[in-house]
T-cell receptor, first 113, second 108 residues
Framework: DGGITQSPKYLFRKEGQNVTLSCEQNLNHDAMYWYRQDPGQGLRLIYYSQIVNDFQKGDIAEGYSVSREKKESFPLTVTSAQKNPTAFYLC????????????FGDGTRLSIL | GIQVEQSPPDLILQEGANSTLRCNFSDSVNNLQWFHQNPWGQLINLFYIPSGTKQNGRLSATTVATERYSLLYISSSQTTDSGVYFCRALQGAQKLVFGQGTRLTINP
């Protein structure tokens, strides 16, 4: 079945530690996205990529980094510079660009130890 | 930038009731999408509807782009319809904005 797989489902971070969230899709989509959701809030865009080896900052990119070495993979690293990382992180993909329907993974919940 | 506002923020209904959720946007948009986030956090696509009306079973959506709003209708609500409903707008080619959501609770 085609879809978007995020792992792990739950992740705990110690102070000063970088952690990487995985996002893999087998939909052959060109564009991939990372969103952050805080409790009771909507989604905010962290980074997006519309083509391999290229990515753009979203509205809240500070303290995060991404890579897009393969079409199917778009990992997100939450660095120690992100002082408030506790949130629900959602990865999405769409065919070609923003002007297409987005499909979401099941999310990763990140908490501080 | 574009503002996307959803109303009402919370809605509590009995099973079997009908509901209308609204999404207003402050500027013209190229597309609009509705999602349902279930209690486990999964976001499910409902409609991709830049304009016009679409129906899928008990759900339907209408976007009037010239008047800058979209409506999501849920008929004969079921408890499994509970969750948060989000609309997401695309302004221009790059600006993606989500509304804050409508939390729907369907009581048996």
């Amino acid at each position: 079945d085609g879809g978007i797989t995020q792992s792990p489902k739950y992740l705990f971070r110690k102070e000063g530690q970088n952690v990487t969230l995985s996002c893999e899709q087998n939909l052959n989509h060109d564009a991939m996205y990372w969103y952050r959701q805080d409790p009771g809030q909507g989604l905010r865009l962290i980074y997006y990529s519309q083509i391999v080896n290229d990515f753009q900052k979203g509205d809240i990119a500070e303290g995060y980094s991404v890579s897009r070495e393969k079409k199917e993979s778009f990992p997100l690293t939450v660095t120690s510079a992100q002082k408030n990382p506790t949130a629900f992180y959602l990865c999405a993909s769409s065919n070609r660009d923003h002007n297409q329907p987005q499909h979401f993974g099941d999310g990763t919940r990140l908490s501080i130890l | 930038g574009i503002q996307v506002e959803q109303s009402p923020p919370d809605l509590i209904l009995q099973e079997g009731a009908n509901s209308t959720l609204r999404c207003n946007f402050s500027d013209s948009v190229n597309n609009l999408q509705w999602f349902h986030q279930n209690p486990w956090g999964q976001l499910i696509n409902l409609f991709y509807i830049p304009s016009g009306t679409k129906q899928n079973g008990r759900l339907s959506a209408t976007t009037v782009a010239t008047e800058r709003y979209s409506l999501l209708y849920i008929s004969s609500s079921q408890t499994t319809d509970s969750g948060v409903y989000f609309c997401r707008a695309l302004q221009g080619a790059q600006k993606l904005v989500f509304g804050q959501g409508t939390r729907l609770t369907i009581n048996p």
